[in-house]
């Protein structure tokens, strides 16, 4: 995973506009000998420092090896315990004194590892049932100190504190407990107060301190105490992490709190929380945006974190995905998705070429592309299955930017593989986790429920039992089930939108007119003369009845759509006139 690398001017003495700096390869072990009433070890080891110190110019790298801090002392206080005797030893065996709290602390001590229980630092027990165990002078002044500066040296030595130059700290899993349906006590007690603490001091301090907030990086703890610690660069990017972490942690609590804990009566009324917040991890750079002058780059959510979703999409062959791939991809995903059967859809542009459900992914795929074969050239596709040796047969021959699907199966990779160009991903998980959709507006965003297939109860327009017979005889078993098909295949059409289908797959689709009539003579123009017997989905209603006169004139012998039209009637009367079956759904199912 990538993360962003902070660049910056480097840090300077407030005084004397110079940047103070350790010498290269001093000794930095800690003295252990005996003490005087006057003098403890601490207080000789900050006065040893205080000397030390040589002002040099300000260091234009970042990067230079004059900038590293060697580690001599870290805190370690962790709720993951992966990794963290490895990580002790490593740090014990480099010569470094570890200070730590409770649960870290033992886990360290029964490793047979010498460690500071934060208590005999501080002289003060942990209490509370360890709510406060660092919150503390002693362990704030060792973490803040600016080794950079006397005076803070002097002060350290006056109080008799020694600072800290690494922090390991993981914080209580507040969003896991929530997930897991956890009472709101229980929740309560899993929002950490003292490790955000430890982590944002030890970020803001970075010039003097290393923080480690994930375990994923002891590797890097491990070489950097090889090599006398960890660059100004590489603290810095430390930093930035540390603070991207409790920034996640602390919107995640706000959410909590806003969403349901407490809630404001528009909160409890609407749904929509008071505010709104949300984190993510940028996972690549792409070569460039919508179009080649637009820079852009894929960013991660939690879901994606967890390696499902398309943005945690595991590509097994290609090119790199590019921004519109991911667009497409995404509509296409989502589009196969809303049908139970083997389902696959081929995307270009956001809008549906071809979707169709089949008797096997190889079926889907041939009725799909055959919607509308000269559009799907370049296009995405997606299954709701695994793509199998007969599916990539098919396949292989068409100009295809992308094909995803749960899995693959062997020889079905190893032929897509053959086409360089081609880019395969497998997407865990299914969508529809989402509960809202956001879109940016100049100044703000938009927000709303996302439209979920079966989402309305009050109408149950998405379930065919519970749509209301307007015109024509009932449907027979087989109409039907084209109907229920081609309303569900709407949805994944951008409005205006009307989907013609016939035998499980889309046969013409209009999308994005301005007007539904012109989107009725598009359906008709791309189903030729497949639109004989075929049936239509309207995503919202027709405000009058031309264009549903469109769809009658040219063979449609059924239809469905939302109603709800002030001329409802008249196209009632119409489709009653031309003996063709009409149901409403009274759901509408706009995509913009």
Request: charge should be negative; charged fraction near 20%; proline fraction near 5%.
């Amino acid at each position: 995973m990538m993360r962003v690398a902070v660049t910056g001017v480097p840090e300077v003495d407030r005084t004397t506009g110079e940047r103070p700096e350790f010498p290269a390869g001093a000794p930095f072990a800690w003295v252990l000998g005996s003490m005087t009433s006057h003098e403890t070890a601490t207080t000789r080891e900050v006065t040893r420092m205080s000397h030390e110190l040589s002002p040099l110019s300000p260091v234009a790298d970042p990067n230079a090896p004059e900038t590293r801090r060697p580690l001599r002392r870290a805190l370690v206080s962790v709720y993951d315990k992966t990794g963290l005797t490895s990580l002790a030893s490593v740090l014990h065996q480099a010569g470094v004194e570890l200070v730590s709290t409770g649960s870290t602390a033992a886990t360290i001590a029964a490793a047979g590892i010498p460690v500071t229980r934060v208590e005999e630092l501080t002289g003060f027990p942990e209490c509370l049932d360890g709510r406060v165990k660092t919150l503390h002078p002693r362990v704030h002044a060792g973490i803040l100190a600016d080794t950079r500066r006397p005076e803070h040296l002097a002060q350290l030595a006056e109080l008799d504190i020694a600072p800290f130059d690494l922090v390991v700290v993981n914080l209580y899993p507040f969003s896991a407990t929530v997930a897991s349906g956890a009472g709101p006590d229980e929740c309560v007690e899993l929002i950490d107060i003292g490790g955000p603490s430890m982590v944002r001091a030890a970020a803001k301090n970075h010039p003097s301190v290393a923080v480690v907030v994930d375990p994923a990086r002891y590797g890097e703890v491990a070489a950097a105490a090889a090599v006398e610690g960890f660059t100004l660069a590489e603290r810095r990017r430390l930093a930035a992490d540390a603070f991207a972490h409790t920034a996640a942690y602390d919107v995640a609590v706000a959410s909590w709190f806003a969403s349901g804990y407490a809630a404001d009566d528009v909160a409890v009324e609407s749904g929509f929380p008071a505010v709104v917040g949300a984190t993510w991890e940028r996972g690549t750079v792409l070569r460039y945006g919508e179009n080649p002058h637009q820079g852009a780059a894929l960013y991660l959510g939690a879901e994606g974190l967890a390696g499902e979703g398309l943005a945690g999409a595991t590509q097994l062959h290609g090119k790199a995905m590019s921004y519109n791939n991911y667009v497409d991809a995404d509509a296409a995903w989502r589009a196969a998705h809303d049908h139970t059967g083997p389902t696959v859809a081929v995307i270009k542009h956001a809008n549906p070429c071809g979707i169709a459900v089949g008797t096997d992914i190889a079926d889907a795929h041939a009725k799909a592309h055959a919607c509308d074969p000269v559009s799907a050239y370049g296009g995405v596709i997606a299954t709701n299955g695994t793509v199998t040796l007969a599916a990539a047969g098919q396949i292989a021959p068409i100009f295809t930017e992308v094909v995803l699907a749960p899995a693959f199966e062997p020889a079905a990779l190893e032929l897509l593989s053959t086409k360089k160009n081609i880019r395969l991903l497998t997407v865990a998980g299914v969508p529809g986790s989402a509960r809202v959709e956001v879109r940016n507006i100049s100044g703000g965003l938009l927000m709303q429920q996302a439209d979920r297939i079966d989402a309305v109860t009050d109408t149950g327009g998405d379930d065919p039992s519970r749509w209301t017979l307007a015109a024509g005889e009932a449907a027979d078993d087989a109409t039907l089930a084209d109907l229920a098909f081609a309303w569900r295949a709407v949805r994944a059409v951008k409005s205006n939108a009307i989907l013609l289908a016939s035998g499980g797959a889309s046969v013409g689709v209009g999308m994005g007119q301005v007007n539904r009539v012109d989107s009725c003579r598009l359906a008709v123009q791309r189903a030729g003369d497949r639109v004989v017997g075929s049936v239509a989905a309207s995503d919202a209603f027709f405000p009058f009845a031309d264009g549903l006169q469109v769809l009658i004139d040219a063979g449609v012998r059924a239809v469905v759509q939302p109603g709800g039209s002030i001329r409802d009637a008249d196209a009632i009367a119409a489709a009653q006139a031309a003996g063709v079956t009409m149901y409403l759904t009274g759901t509408r199912h706009f995509a913009h």
